[in-house]
C-alpha cells in the first residue's frame, strides 16, 4: 500500500542479537536507539523470515498521538506482501517483522525515523508522527530460481542463511542430510518421503547423486539449510536408490553441514604438476567408459593446475612439464566437448592447442569435425588439408575430407534448386 512505502532506506540486514519478547510487553528491538518497540500480541511459531523473503501480512496502522487509523489492509479485503530488507516498506517494518513468526501478531511502535521522519506522509500521518502498526504474519518465503534456463523448473526456498561465502564446487567434500519428498513439501503440507540420508558425505562429481542435486547444491553455503521443488519433466530416468520415478515431481530438503575444497593455490611446482596428472588419467577413464561430461570436468579441473605458470617457480620446478601438461589437456577437453556436441568450445580449445602446436594433427582433425558439424566446410577443409599435406595416408583424414566435400556439394545443389525456383 502507498503508505506503506519506504520514505527511510531500510537498514541492510536485519537484527543478529536473540531476543525474548513476552506476550503484551513492550520490548525494544535491538540496534534501534529505542527507536522501534515490538509487543506480541500472540505469539507464532516456527523459523523467522530471512531477509530477501516475500512475506504476506495484515496490519492496522494508527497514530499514537489521537489513536486515529490511516490504513488496514483489512479494511481493503486483501493481504499485504512485500519484500524483506529491500527498502521496499519503512524501516520500522523491514526491522520488526524480521522479529516475527508465521501466526505471530504483534504490535510495533515506530517513532519518526522508523517510520515517516520529518516529512510524514500527507494527508494522513502528520510530521514526526509515532506510529503504532498492529501487524500479523501469514507466511513468508525466499524462493528463488535456480534453473538453468530460469524456466522454474528448479526452485529454491531457503530457510536457514548459511555462513562464508563458498559454494560447493567440482570435487567439493560435503556432509549433508538429505531428505527427498514425493511432490511438493513444506512444514504444513508435508509430502511423501521417499528417502532419508543423515551425515551423509560425498564428493561433488564423484559420488553418484540423484537428479538435479548437484545444481541444488552448488548454490549452498556451509550450515544453510534450503528446500528445492524440482519439475516432474527433469526427472527423466528412475533413480532406485532414492526411490525416484521418472516423470514425477520431487522436492529435496538438504542441510548443509560441513564443506571442503581442494584449493589450487595450496600446491606449487611438482606438487600442482601430480594434481593435473591425477585428474588427467581420472579424465581418460571417463572416456573410456563413455562418460564424456565426467571427462569434461575432471579435465577442467586438472587444468585448474597447470593453465598458467602460477604456482611454478621455474625450470627445476616442473614448469616446462606443466606447459607440455596443459596443451594435452586443452586436446583432450576438446575431444570431450566435441562428443558432446559443444562445437564452439571444441573449436577454442582446439585453437589453444595449434597456437602452440600449429601441426597438432589430433587439434587439426577435431577442430575439422567440429568445423563439419556446424555446416562451416571450407574452414573444415582448410584444417584436413593441413593434415594431408603432413600425411598424405592419413585414412581418417581422407574419409572426412570426402564426407566434406559431400557435404558441400549436396548443399550447393540444393541451394541452386531454391534459386531456380524463386527466378522461374
Known amino acids: 500500500m502507498s503508505s506503506l512505502g519506504s520514505s527511510v532506506s531500510s537498514m541492510d540486514s536485519q537484527p543478529e542479537r536473540e531476543v525474548v519478547y513476552p506476550v503484551g510487553v513492550q520490548t525494544e528491538v535491538p540496534d ?16 523467522k523470515p530471512l531477509k530477501g523473503s516475500k512475506v504476506t501480512v495484515h496490519y492496522v496502522g494508527t497514530l499514537e498521538a489521537d489513536g486515529s487509523k490511516f490504513d488496514s489492509s483489512r479494511d481493503h ?40 521522519g520529518a516529512a510524514g506522509s500527507p494527508p494522513k500521518i502528520p510530521a514526526n508522527s509515532t506510529l503504532l502498526f498492529e501487524v500479523e504474519l501469514f507466511s513468508w518465503t525466499r524462493e528463488e530460481d535456480i534453473s538453468e534456463g530460469k524456466d522454474k523448473s528448479i526452485m529454491k526456498n531457503l530457510s536457514i542463511e548459511g555462513v562464508d561465502y563458498e559454494k560447493p564446487r567440482y570435487e567439493s567434500t560435503l556432509k549433508i542430510d538429505l531428505r527427498v519428498y514425493a511432490g511438493p513439501h513444506s512444514e504444513d503440507h508435508p509430502g511423501k518421503l521417499l528417502c532419508e540420508r543423515l551425515g551423509w558425505e560425498l564428493v561433488v562429481g564423484d559420488t553418484p547423486l ?12 556451509k550450515r544453510e539449510s534450503a528446500s528445492f521443488r524440482i519439475a516432474s519433466h527433469l526427472i527423466t530416468e ?14 529435496y530438503v538438504v542441510e548443509l ?58 625450470e627445476d620446478d616442473g614448469l616446462p612439464e606443466a606447459r607440455k601438461a596443459r596443451v594435452v589437456l586443452w586436446g583432450n577437453l576438446a575431444q570431450a566437448l566435441l562428443g558432446q556436441r559443444s562445437y564452439q568450445e571444441c573449436v577454442r580449445y582446439c585453437n589453444k592447442v595449434l597456437e602452440v602446436e600449429a601441426g597438432n594433427a589430433k587439434a587439426l582433425f577435431r577442430r575439422a569435425k567440429a568445423y563439419d558439424a556446424q555446416g562451416d566446410w571450407d574452414e573444415a577443409k582448410r584444417d584436413l588439408d593441413a593434415i594431408l599435406a603432413a600425411d598424405p595416408q592419413n ?19 540444393k541451394q541452386r534448386e531454391v534459386f531456380k525456383k524463386m527466378f522461374s
Open 77 to 116: 479485503g486483501e493481504y499485504f506482501e512485500f519484500t524483506l530488507g529491500r527498502g521496499q516498506v519503512i524501516k520500522g517494518w523491514d526491522r520488526g517483522v524480521a522479529t516475527m513468526r508465521v501466526g505471530e501478531k504483534a504490535v510495533l511502535r515506530c517513532t519518526p525515523e522508523y517510520g515517516y
Open 210 to 221: 540423484p537428479p538435479c542435486l548437484e545444481t541444488c547444491l552448488s548454490s549452498m553455503r
Open 395 to 413: 585414412a581418417d583424414a581422407l574419409a572426412l575430407l570426402r564426407r566434406v566435400q559431400e557435404e558441400r556439394k549436396a548443399y550447393d545443389k
Open 238 to 251: 528412475s533413480c532406485d536408490a532414492f526411490s525416484i520415478t521418472p516423470g514425477t515431481e520431487i522436492t
Open 257 to 314: 553441514h560441513e564443506l571442503t575444497t581442494v584449493k589450487t593455490w595450496t600446491f606449487e611446482g611438482t606438487a600442482r604438476l601430480a594434481e593435473a596428472e591425477r585428474r588427467r588419467l581420472q579424465g581418460n577413464d571417463a572416456i573410456r567408459a563413455g562418460n564424456l561430461r565426467a571427462a569434461e570436468q575432471k579435465y577442467r579441473r586438472a587444468l585448474e593446475f597447470v593453465e598458467t605458470d602460477s604456482g611454478f617457480k621455474g
Open 32 to 47: 534501534t536507539n529505542g527507536g522501534l518497540f515490538k509487543t506480541v500480541l500472540v505469539e507464532g511459531s516456527g523459523t
